[in-house]
């Protein structure tokens, strides 16, 4: 079992950037897939960005893309959720998702995660 842990959040004003970020305690993330959620008040958790265990796939939910890059180190210790041009709407709850599924291709549903973390928010202001 891995357990996740999220830090990076904050207040922001409109426009700004944020960078995310998510470790495993104790051990690297090379052996997951990795994906990135978010819930706002009231809302679903909404699927925000996910890349393959190799890090060669990466894919984005469509109210973040080109504007959030989703990152993984090296040695895959950490993973990074880089985010520019934040609104309003940005403004929520952001999980750090482990699978420890095998596929070639990244996981955009989160029944597909076996591991999450607490959470970290992020608010921006208009």
């Known amino acids: 079992q891995v357990q996740l842990v999220e830090s990076g959040g904050g207040l922001v004003q409109a426009g700004g950037s944020l960078r995310l970020s998510c470790a495993a305690s104790?051990?690297?993330?090379?052996?997951?897939?990795m994906g990135w959620f978010r819930q706002a008040p009231g809302k679903e958790r909404e699927f925000v960005a996910a890349v393959t265990r190799s890090g060669s796939i990466t894919i984005y939910g469509d109210s973040v893309k080109g504007r959030f890059t989703l990152s993984r180190d090296n040695a895959k210790v950490t993973v990074y959720l880089q985010m520019n041009s934040l609104n309003a709407e940005d403004t929520a709850v952001y999980y750090c998702?482990?699978?420890?599924?095998?596929?070639?291709?990244?996981?955009?549903?989160?029944?597909?995660?076996?591991?999450w973390g607490q959470g970290t928010q992020v608010t921006v202001s208009a």
């Open positions: 998702a482990a699978s420890e599924r095998a596929s070639l291709v990244p996981f955009g549903r989160r029944n597909e995660y076996d591991y």
């Open positions: 104790g051990r690297s993330l090379g052996s997951y897939a």
